[in-house]
């Protein structure tokens, strides 16, 4: 069995070690023995724990899983040269990995929110040859699309990262109207959650606007409501809203 170093033993390393407990070793690397324990405790497999400082990495395959803010200090404390190095650190980019952790190549990722239920959009780049590996590694919590630049990362992560804060908004303002004609706050819930559940397996296969034609019926309620969402400039605002997502990410990185 493959043996995977987790560097971090925070949410996002146990969200994917859950994912990978059942075919690869896991190994994981932090600062402190009794949150090893805990993580160990919280995965339900037994881990190879070990302390940060001086830790040799030759030879292995790592996933970086520490703050972007930790980069530097967590390189400083490493020994040796790694296979490679997968990163999920948000905006951290190939050049700032290669500078602080050795490795013979370099992978960076992007998940969501969703990689704690194992539904991550989670985008990917960096070097080639670990494309598969790399899709199969972070598979194990959902969904993965390799790209091929930086640049298509950080627009990726203006929508598919920042995109459970929109659909967030969207979910909360439609409730909020439901509410405000009258319909009680628990039912509006319990709908809400059945409205995105089942349109999330809807756009798998069919395109948004054949989804909003097969609803929408001439003169009659949906095309009504959709007229007032255009009238309010969700459209744009939705454009403009993975434009300065991404603007920032380029700002920050
Ligand atoms: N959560 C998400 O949905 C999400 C989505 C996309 C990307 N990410 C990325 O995932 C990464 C980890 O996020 P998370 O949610 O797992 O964070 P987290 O739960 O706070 O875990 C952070 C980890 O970093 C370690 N750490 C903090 N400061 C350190 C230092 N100075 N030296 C060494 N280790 C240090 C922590 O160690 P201690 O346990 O000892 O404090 C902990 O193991 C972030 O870079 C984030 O950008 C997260």
Not at 2 to 18: P, V, W, Y
Not at 59 to 84: D, F, I, M, S
Not at 96 to 101: E, Q
Request: charged content about 20%; glycine content about 12%.
């Amino acid at each position: 069995m493959q043996t995977i170093t987790f560097i971090g033993n925070g949410n996002m390393a146990l969200s994917i070690a859950k994912g990978l407990k059942e075919n690869y070793k896991i190994e994981v690397v932090g600062r402190d023995r009794k949150k090893l324990d805990i993580f160990e405790t919280e995965l339900g497999v037994t881990v190879q724990k070990e302390l940060l400082t001086g830790f040799d990495i030759t030879g292995k395959t790592l996933l970086l899983c520490v703050k972007p803010a930790n980069v530097v200090e967590v390189g400083a404390a490493l020994q040796g040269k790694a296979r490679v190095l997968y990163s999920v650190l948000a905006g951290t980019t190939l050049e700032s990995l290669r500078a602080n952790i050795s490795s013979d190549a370099v992978v960076r990722t992007m998940p969501n929110l969703a990689a704690s239920v194992g539904r991550s959009m989670t985008t990917l780049t960096g070097d080639a040859q670990f494309k598969e590996e790399a899709q199969k590694l972070l598979g194990a919590i959902g969904s993965t699309r390799w790209l091929s630049s930086e640049k298509e990362i950080d627009i990726a992560t203006a929508l598919a990262g920042s995109g459970p804060a929109y659909l967030a908004l969207m979910a909360e303002a439609l409730a909020d109207g439901a509410v405000k004609q009258g319909l009680k706050r628990d039912d509006t819930m319990a709908i809400m959650r059945g409205l995105f559940g089942g349109f999330g397996e809807l756009i798998q296969d069919i395109h948004p606007a054949l989804l909003k034609d097969g609803v929408m019926s001439p003169g009659g309620t949906t095309a009504a409501g959709y007229a007032a969402l255009e009238d309010g400039g969700v459209r744009a605002s939705c454009m403009m809203a993975v434009e300065a997502a991404y603007k920032k990410a380029k700002e920050l990185s």
